[in-house]
């Protein structure tokens, strides 16, 4: 999945969980709400120092445990800024 598609994703979780809520509010703001709410799980994703999505493969890294393990990490940190990016743009 790509971080287009990703941030897309969030937004669309919890704007059916805003929407879903027995309160009412307009439409600008429970879209403000749930991108609000995406940057907050990708916030707390990156703080946890994600691994996923981990398509990196020994051989693409030197066919060694750890510098797969490091490029993983890389990948992950790199993917879910780029999902963090791409909800700002929202």
Not at 17 to 41: R, T
Not at 50 to 66: E, I, R, S, V
Request: hydrophobic share 40%; proline share 4%; charged share 30%.
């Amino acid at each position: 999945m790509k971080p287009k598609e990703k941030a897309k994703e969030l937004m669309h979780y919890y704007l059916k969980e805003l929407l879903s809520a027995k309160y009412s509010i307009n439409g600008f703001v429970i879209n403000d709400l749930a991108k609000q709410c995406a940057l907050i799980a990708v916030e707390e994703i990156l703080s946890a120092r994600p691994l996923d999505p981990n398509h990196a493969d020994w051989d693409d890294c030197g066919a060694t445990p750890q510098y797969w393990y490091e490029a993983q990490k890389d990948e992950a940190l790199e993917f879910w800024n780029n999902v963090k990016s791409e909800l700002q743009s929202f």
